[in-house]
């Protein structure tokens, strides 16, 4: 392990527990912690989001229904939900709360747990272990997890375009930002320059963790930028901000690899990184830990320049990022009122 701190970042893996989870505050009095968004409003949230997921994977009530089992299985696993969170939450603190919300954020769920399900395969990072299961080619074979990812990707299109609480011109655009977002100059080629790129600069290596990592949440903030049709100064702000956090994640899930820490605690094999150009690896840890500060920094500015002092999207990245940056200072000076932890999210 390099440090003791980088061993779990959040991930709702058996040893997590929910305060972990959402980087809730803890109960210790004197926790440094920034305060994060009420933790039973995320976990509202994202049990919606879970329930909907679910309910667009209903597939057959067959049992032996294999490609079914395979997509809920990818999809529906111990993960953070941090994108579709993102796009929710943003939403509102752009004043949307349109009910088309959380079928969107669904999708683009769907489109990361496709990009996992391809990311673990064997032609691809070769991992056995995905969010504390085996991974859905080792459950379910090769052929099927294609399928799965495949059938993923598609459904994900589909409840986009159908979401018809959206004008048909936003939806198109909508989707057209999801295709441009997975696409070859998107998560495809991000993936492609990961395997295929070789030795590479830290410059380089940049580019391919925002291409595998930086667009897809991008993706969650724009869309969230465009259903809540809010101007364009604000959303290359909202899309700077993501791009730098998924930097600092990138960096932190590389962090997350090194072979000292216990997959049973990350929930994924470690060790997969050895000898691939990652930031880590080519910059050492602690220029890496520097730059993840500054992304970090970078992707406070851009969230003050787009949304002020509003403070579901500040408390929830906050959030994630507690465990490594305890002082993290996302969120503004708390305003509590009595009986804080019951603070709803309308009320901010
Ligand atoms: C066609 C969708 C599609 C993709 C093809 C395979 C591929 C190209 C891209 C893979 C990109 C990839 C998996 C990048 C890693 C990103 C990353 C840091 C994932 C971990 O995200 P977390 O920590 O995971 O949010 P949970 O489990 O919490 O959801």
């Known amino acids: 392990m390099i440090n003791g701190n980088f061993i779990n970042f959040g991930k709702r893996t058996r040893m997590t527990t929910q305060t972990q989870r959402f980087g809730g505050r803890g109960t210790n009095e004197h926790d440094e912690t920034p305060p994060q968004e009420p933790l039973y409003e995320l976990e509202l949230l994202r049990r919606q989001l879970e329930d909907r997921i679910g309910h667009h994977l209903a597939g057959s009530p067959d049992q032996a ?5 395979a997509m809920r299985a990818g999809a529906l696993g111990a993960g953070k939900r941090m994108r579709p969170l993102l796009l929710m939450l943003v939403a509102r603190d752009l ?3 349109s009910p088309a919300l959380t ?3 669904c999708a683009v769920e769907m489109v990361h747990a496709a990009s996992l399900i391809l990311d673990d395969m064997p032609c691809m990072d070769n991992a056995m272990l995905r969010r504390g299961k085996p991974t859905v080619h080792v459950q379910f074979g090769e052929d099927v997890a294609i399928l799965a990812a495949i059938g993923l990707l598609s459904r994900a299109f589909g409840i986009v375009a159908q979401a018809r609480a959206i004008p048909a011109a936003i939806r198109a655009q909508l989707v057209a930002k999801l295709s441009e977002t997975i696409g070859d100059q998107g998560l495809v080629k991000g993936q492609f320059l990961d ?3 070789g030795q590479q600069s830290a410059a380089d290596i940049a580019v391919t963790n925002e291409l595998k990592t930086g ?5 969650a903030v724009d869309m969230a930028a465009i259903i809540a049709q809010t101007d364009d100064c604000v959303a290359a702000s909202l899309r700077a901000f993501a791009l730098a956090a998924g930097h600092a994640f990138q960096i932190r899930d590389d962090f997350q690899d090194d072979p000292g820490n216990d997959s049973a605690v990350t929930g994924k094999d470690t060790g997969k990184d050895l000898g691939k150009a ?3 690896n080519t910059v050492g840890f602690d220029e890496a830990r520097r730059r993840l500060d500054g992304h970090l920094m970078d992707a406070e500015r851009h969230l003050s320049a787009a949304l002020g002092g509003r403070g579901h999207t500040r408390r929830f990245v906050s959030g994630l990022f507690a465990q490594t940056h305890p002082g993290l200072r996302l969120a503004p000076a708390p305003q509590r009122q009595a009986g804080g932890a019951g603070v709803s999210l309308a009320s901010h």
């Open 95 to 97: 004043g949307c709360d």
């Open 65 to 69: 229904d294999l490609l079914t089992l």
């Open 103 to 105: 079928d969107v954020a």
């Open 278 to 280: 990652t930031l880590v």
């Open 215 to 219: 667009v897809l949440l991008g993706v």
């Open 195 to 197: 395997l295929h790129g």
